[in-house]
């Protein structure tokens, strides 16, 4: 009965997107069997279970046994954990470690989605990722094999944030002690702990002992959640009450003398946790525009069938525009978050010092985790208020969507965060140039005279903007410039993707998005019914 009340029921969520698979083939990406089981899977299953769990079943921290012994055990429903296994078996965590490409996990992002669940499998992806590329080879060799396991593989976490130090890592309060060669001793407060109580392991961040001030002083360490004598390695102080992503457990954990592995050298260790951090933004990106497709297509089936005023809703020109404008803003993001997500998974396999290639990947998943977190909650909302009154119930899984949605502009570094890390690597890593270079040599292959002399134009005006945010204060200026260059990418990469494809209603989606979100100008009717063609998939 579930399909009562939510309309995209039993469609496919990988195989049936089909500008997904236009953009995937654009980008080079082969799927496989397993994604287009997740998709099926995630819209029939786990979107129910997901469901349930936001409404009914909640995490729980149980401390203590019926013996008093602490126990740190957080209860989920069983159909809780059985979907995270059930997702953990279309290899959208081991497949990425051990083909070396974590562009398939990225997009499984997409297709999952649900912003609780599906951050359990990202920080399992950067658990496993950070020990596979910078643990020691005796800690890869007896823990990395659990998290390939075909029954009950392990979860991972990240403790990251402390109460004064959240994407200040330079503040990190939390303190390792060496003891002996290879092992380490934890002690501090770790403030959000996302997975915390399913986790078999983390990826923590430290100051090793006499610590010193600032970010260079932070180091990362794996540490599995329970002793060798089966005692718990931390302490679960607490679950947090969320707004949305009641899929995944976050509490507060305390370090207690907690056993621990060093990943890399005490002096790479901020830019391994960065690098580490780098997948869960990509994730972010991937996930969110993933819940604005779910919300949308939703909007989409329920203008099929709701009738006002004598006929249909997607018969109405406003609702029609509406539906334009949100796909257009959803289809051009996603194709620059894919080419993001593809760069960075080209240079994953770098190591600090890195080379420029990855600080240009670095400096578009900046630009993609904000632009992705906006139109997720732009798109979830607006669809909410597409369907009315029944949009704001809690009865049917829409208004879940955007309170998850909500959380993309905040966890894994605010837009205030990303906009100053997008500098960095702009001006100091000197991405800037590269970027440039290469939106300049993209719109150079643009036949459209009149998109080609529009885009030609907007990035002229981004070079002032560079400018003046470089003579007046980059980090003043730093989340315009973010807005700016993110939004000309997309247009432009868009634009030639459209030329390349040859429909006619891709080339009117990609004039709504110059139109609308580049230049800020009106569109005619005209060319809001040519693209409209292009969203018929989503009813087949």
């Known amino acids: 009965m579930f399909r009562e009340i939510w309309l995209s029921y039993g469609k496919n969520y990988y195989a049936d997107d089909k500008p997904l698979q236009l953009f995937l083939r654009h980008v080079g990406f082969e799927g496989d069997e397993d994604l287009s089981h997740l998709g099926q899977y995630v819209s029939t299953k786990m979107m129910e279970v997901a469901y349930v769990v936001d409404h009914y079943a909640r995490p729980v921290l149980k401390r203590w046994s019926v013996r008093g012994r602490e126990i740190n055990y957080v209860q989920v429903a069983p159909e809780h954990l059985e979907a995270i296994r059930q997702l953990l078996k279309y290899g959208v965590v081991s497949k990425p470690l051990l083909n070396q490409d974590l562009l398939y996990h990225f997009v499984s992002g997409y297709v999952i989605s649900d912003a609780g669940f599906f951050c359990t499998i990202t920080v399992t992806e950067q658990t496993a990722y950070g020990l596979a590329k910078y643990g020691d080879e005796e800690a890869k060799a007896y823990y990395l094999p659990n998290f390939f396991k075909s029954e009950s593989p392990w ?3 990240t403790f990251y944030t402390e109460v004064q130090a959240g994407s200040d890592l330079g503040s990190t309060e939390a303190v390792a002690y060496q003891e002996g060669e290879r092992r380490w001793r934890l002690r501090g407060i770790k403030y959000f702990t996302s997975n915390v109580g399913l986790a078999d392991a983390a990826i923590i961040t430290a100051k090793p002992h006499p610590p010193r001030p600032g970010a260079k002083g932070v180091a990362a360490f794996f540490a599995p959640a329970y002793r060798p004598d089966g005692e718990p390695n931390w302490r679960i102080l607490r679950l947090k009450d969320k707004l949305g992503t009641i899929t995944v457990p976050t509490g507060e954990v305390e370090l207690v003398d907690t056993v621990a592995y060093l990943l890399g050298t005490v002096d790479t260790g901020i830019y391994i946790a960065l690098e580490i951090l780098t997948i869960a933004r990509i994730d972010n990106s991937t996930a969110g525009l993933g819940l604005a497709r779910k919300a949308l297509w939703e909007a989409y089936l329920y203008g099929q069938e709701r009738r006002a005023f004598g006929k249909r809703l997607v018969e109405h020109p406003l609702y029609i525009r509406d539906l334009v404008e949100m796909e257009a803003k959803l289809e051009a993001t996603l194709l620059l978050t894919l080419k993001a997500a593809k760069l960075f998974s080209d240079a994953s396999r770098e190591r600090p010092p890195y080379t420029p290639s990855y600080h240009y990947a670095r400096l578009l998943t900046h630009i993609v985790k904000n632009m992705a977190a906006w139109v997720s909650i732009d798109v979830t909302r607006y669809s909410m208020e597409l369907l009315g009154g029944i949009g704001f119930l809690e009865e049917f899984p829409l ?46 292959k643009i036949r459209d005279q009149e998109a080609r002399q529009k885009l030609s134009a907007a990035l002229a005006q981004a070079r002032d903007e560079v400018a003046y945010a470089l003579n007046d204060g980059v980090e003043f200026h730093s989340k ?12 432009v990469l868009f634009q030639r993707w459209a030329e390349d494809l040859g429909e006619e209603w891709a080339q009117a989606m990609s004039k709504i998005y110059i139109q609308t979100e580049l230049l800020k100008k009106d569109i005619d009717q005209a060319t809001a019914r040519k693209a409209a063609e292009g969203l018929s998939w989503m009813s087949l």
């Open 155 to 157: 979860l991972g976490a």
């Open 399 to 444: 208004a879940k969507l955007h309170r998850d949605a909500l959380v993309t502009s905040i966890w894994e570094g605010t837009s205030n965060i990303q906009s100053l890390d997008m500098a960095e690597a702009f001006f100091r890593k000197d991405a800037g140039r590269a970027y440039m270079e290469e939106v300049s040599t993209e719109i150079s």
């Open 480 to 491: 315009r410039l973010l807005s700016t260059l993110g939004t000309l990418y997309a247009a």
